[in-house]
């Protein structure tokens, strides 16, 4: 069975760019979303192994859905990836301190992803 | 295509329509310069510059993807309140989008000039240089509000910062806490910011980690209200939600310093500020430390700062190199297809599908028994059939070319932004009034449309428009009016350009075309105020140095001509001394497929596009009459100018006892075109005449007329005119 990767990003490029290294990697698969709206439906649908999120969206921001994800029993041992801009320090640690498991900086490496799916999805 | 072709075409695409959302948002800002902006707008451009960057690198547009980046930091800066939206940055963002649009017109021809990287360097340097952090605050005022520290730990830097200004204006705020449906609760949180967004700012939008049931999920919206309580719950009213208010302990002092951003600076001021802008960008060698451009203004002697604006308000076409007038004309060759129309097309399809399998089926019927094909019965139904086919085409054809319409609106604010840079660089005082942009034309058309209308616009704020003083001394209010306007008219759309401004002089028209020899004068010596004025249409009329002479106005109005020449339209001029100019542009709806009239003339065939023709009369050859070696005919009281097709193409002219005149008309001109035969009507699609063909004159392209014979199209636009240059050559 395959790993679900799911992706949380509202910027089309990113999105795709994101999910075509996820899927590059073999055994896993990727679910990409556009809002966290989208994450909150999928969620309780069907389960996932890996939660890779951007932090600044439109409807909720990805810090307010590690939160969500974190507290709540049925999810709270999912891993996320959060995906920050450089410079944005302060939302970076918040996430971290939210009980995020990794982060990338954009624009990052195809390999550091790789790295990160890797850590958190054992065993591949 | 190949694979690089489509991706940068795809690239082109996403980057227009990027650029489109900044653009409005922009303009936005713009209109409300002076006031305080809405943070949404700023927030939108900030997305929409980070979008473009991540974008373009993708991509590996390099020069766009860091000018995007420098942008990003300064809005970045800008939503977090760590620099002032001030009219310096607002200009600055006016021109970062010009270059944006710039890059992507090189890029889409895969170009990659120096003299545009070096300005986006410039514009680069520009936006880090800005800077006028506002007045720091003794006490953080978040400091103020109880909120459950793990409620803080999810905001990002950016609601924090939102959050921050609400408690420092000490707007009231509340926690909105509303429950959904699973399934639903994003159209429910849709239709309860709809309802919050009129009394205020939501600040951020948290799902609750306590969800509302099994099915549930329950929100808590942080939201700023610039109402007050008993307003906030009747405009609730309805909805799942509960209020709390979260409670801001008052500031420590009393007189606490109100820290707004400064508001727009005054007018007058603006011209020296640009002026010295230019300055502080060109000496980019000593590097000037923030806050610099303040000092400096106290150092400049006036003399140089009126220079500077001088040469600013110049009239752009002589003193501006063409590379920065960067054309508005859209990238991209897609068109946004509403999903109702699109469905009622497949429906259509889905009808003709069913006709087809009608007429298979007679058509089998009738191979089964020769008596049957025959029959009466047989006959009326494969009739029957044919009129369902032409009917679906029909309405097939007219929703495929209504697909193709878009509203001309989308120009219109391009022409919005345009009309305020423009009327800041001349120093002018303008009210830009558009209406009609919800009128649809072909999108083909609409492309083509923004450049001459740039042109029109631009003529008439740089020399329509009087300066502020001198309307006040001719009695008229201060500031001038700019009107841009669109209506449909039958097959037709008319868009016009219009000023309150001086008008034109008709007496300088004359004494320049005379000057320029375009004109004897004994043909001036004829014209109607009419005709002079619309000697301003041709070439060679205006150079550079008549700008001045006459005050500008028909600066390369001949290339406008020429564009609405294609488009088969015609341009209109209409003005009065003192009261100001008007243009009209006339065009048609679509380009793509017409009706025609199908002619014949000497035994050859032409079409004549019909939404042109008025009428059709037969007349007798002694009821032509020569009036000064022109051709007329009288029509109802009036003398209609007369053209035999056959003169006109040098084909052999046939006797005949009667003619049949074909009236055309575009506008206010009018014109008989003799033709000998009327073969009936027909839907045309007309394909360009190309390589040495192409410049033929009356001639705009060739069609098909269904039975393999090809036929040329005749243009009726130039035909007018060439109706009216024979008058002239004659005259």
Redesign the interface.
């Known amino acids: 069975m395959k790993f679900k990767v799911l992706i949380v990003e509202d910027?089309?490029?990113?999105r795709e760019?994101i999910a075509a290294t996820v899927e590059a990697v073999d055994g896993v698969e990727a679910i990409a979303t556009s809002s966290?709206?989208e994450a909150?439906?999928l969620l309780?649908r069907q389960r996932f192994d890996l939660i890779i999120t951007d932090?600044?969206m439109?409807?909720?921001?990805g810090?307010?859905?590690?939160?969500?994800v974190k507290?709540?029993p049925n999810y709270r041992d999912v891993p996320l990836i959060i995906i920050t801009?450089e410079g944005?320090e302060?939302?970076r640690s918040?996430g971290m301190?939210?009980g995020a498991a990794g982060y990338l900086v954009?624009?990052f490496q195809p390999e550091d992803l790789e790295a990160l799916l890797r850590r958190f999805l054992k065993p591949l | 295509m190949t694979p690089g072709g489509k991706a940068l075409a795809e690239f082109v695409a996403e980057a227009t329509e990027i650029l489109d959302a900044l653009g409005r948002d922009l303009l936005a800002l713009d209109e409300a310069r002076g006031q305080e902006a809405d943070p949404e707008h700023i927030n939108g451009i900030f997305r929409a510059a980070h979008s473009l960057k991540g974008l373009s690198g993708l991509f590996g547009q390099e020069r766009i993807s860091q000018l995007a980046h420098a942008a990003e930091d300064l809005l970045d800066r800008l939503r977090l309140g760590r620099l002032t939206l001030d009219d310096k940055v607002l200009d600055t963002l006016v021109d970062a989008l010009d270059t944006f649009q710039a890059l992507l017109g090189e890029a889409s021809r895969s170009e990659e000039g120096q003299e545009l990287t070096q300005r986006t360097r410039a514009m680069e340097d520009r936006m880090a240089r800005l800077g006028s952090p506002p007045p720091a605050v003794e006490e953080d005022p978040l400091e103020r509000l109880e909120l459950d520290g793990t409620v803080r730990a999810v905001f990002t830097e950016y609601e924090e910062h939102r959050l921050r200004e609400n408690v420092r204006r000490g707007v009231s705020l509340w926690r909105v806490r509303a429950a959904f449906d699973l399934t639903d609760f994003d159209q429910g949180l849709a239709d309860l910011n709809a309802r919050l967004k009129p009394l205020g700012e939501v600040i951020s939008t948290l799902p609750s980690s306590r969800p509302g049931g099994a099915n549930g999920i329950a929100f808590d919206l942080i939201f700023g209200a610039k109402v007050d309580a008993r307003a906030l719950e009747a405009g609730l009213k309805g909805t799942p939600a509960e209020l709390a208010p979260l409670s801001v302990r008052p500031p420590l002092e009393a007189t606490d310093t109100e820290v707004l951003p400064p508001l727009g600076a005054d007018e007058e001021e603006e011209g020296d500020d640009e002026g010295l802008v230019e300055t502080t960008s060109l000496a980019t060698v000593s590097s000037p430390p923030l806050g610099s451009p303040p000092r400096m203004r106290a150092v400049t002697p006036p003399a140089t700062v009126v220079g500077l604006q001088a040469a600013a308000s110049a009239p752009i076409p002589a003193g501006r190199p063409k590379s920065e007038e960067t054309s508005m004309r859209s990238l991209t060759q897609t068109v946004r297809v509403d999903i109702g129309r699109l469905d009622g097309l497949i429906n259509m399809v889905g009808e003709l599908l069913l006709i087809k399998a009608n007429l298979q089926r007679l058509a089998e019927t009738s191979g089964q028994d020769g008596t049957v094909a025959l029959s009466k019965l047989f006959g009326q139904e494969l009739s029957r059939e044919t009129r369902q086919l032409e009917r679906k085409l029909e309405a097939l054809q007219e929703g495929l070319l209504e697909a193709r319409m878009v509203p001309v609106g989308q120009v219109f604010d391009k022409l919005a932004r345009l009309v305020r840079k423009i009327a800041r660089e001349a120093g002018k005082e303008i009210d830009f009034v558009s209406s009609g942009g919800e009128v649809e034309l072909d999108k083909l058309i609409v492309e083509e449309l923004s450049d001459p209308l740039m042109h029109l616009i631009r003529n008439a704020i740089d020399h329509g428009a009087e300066g502020p003083e001198s309307r006040l001394s001719a009695g008229k209010p201060r500031r001038a009016v700019v009107r841009l306007r669109a209506e449909q008219k039958g097959n037709h759309v008319v868009i016009s350009v219009s000023d309150d401004g001086s008008g034109i002089d008709e007496v300088r028209v004359r004494e320049v075309a005379l000057a320029r020899g375009l004109v004897t004068p004994p043909q001036v010596s004829e014209m109607t105020r009419r005709e002079l004025l619309n000697l301003i249409f041709l070439p060679g009329f205006s150079t550079r140095s008549s700008v001045s002479a006459l005050s500008g106005r028909g600066v390369g109005l001949d290339v406008v001509k020429n564009n609405l020449g294609n488009l088969s339209g015609i341009i209109d001029v209409w003005s009065e001394r003192g009261k100001g100019t008007a243009f009209h542009l006339t065009l048609p709806v679509t380009l793509a497929i017409v009706r025609a009239l199908v002619v014949g003339v000497s035994g050859r065939t032409y079409a004549v596009p019909l939404n042109s023709v008025l009428e059709i009369l037969s007349v007798q050859p002694r009821d032509i009459r020569t009036v000064e070696r022109r051709e007329v005919l009288d029509l109802r009281g009036q003398t209609l100018p007369f053209l035999r097709l056959s003169r006109l193409f040098h084909l052999p002219e046939r006797e005949v006892n009667r003619h049949f005149v074909v009236v055309v008309g575009l506008a206010q001109q009018r014109l008989g075109i003799a033709v000998d035969e009327l073969f009936g009507q027909q839907d045309i699609v007309t394909k360009p005449l190309g390589g040495r063909l192409s410049g033929v004159k009356g001639i705009s392209g060739a069609t098909d007329l269904g039975n393999r014979r090809t036929v040329l199209v005749l243009d009726v636009a130039e035909l007018l005119e060439e109706g009216i240059a024979q008058e002239r050559r004659r005259a």
Request: hydrophobic residues 35%; proline residues 9%.
């Open positions: 910027s089309k490029v990113s760019h966290g709206f909150l439906k309780p932090i600044n439109p409807d909720i921001n810090l307010e859905l590690i939160n969500f507290k709540n801009t944005r302060q939302d918040r301190a939210l954009k624009p």
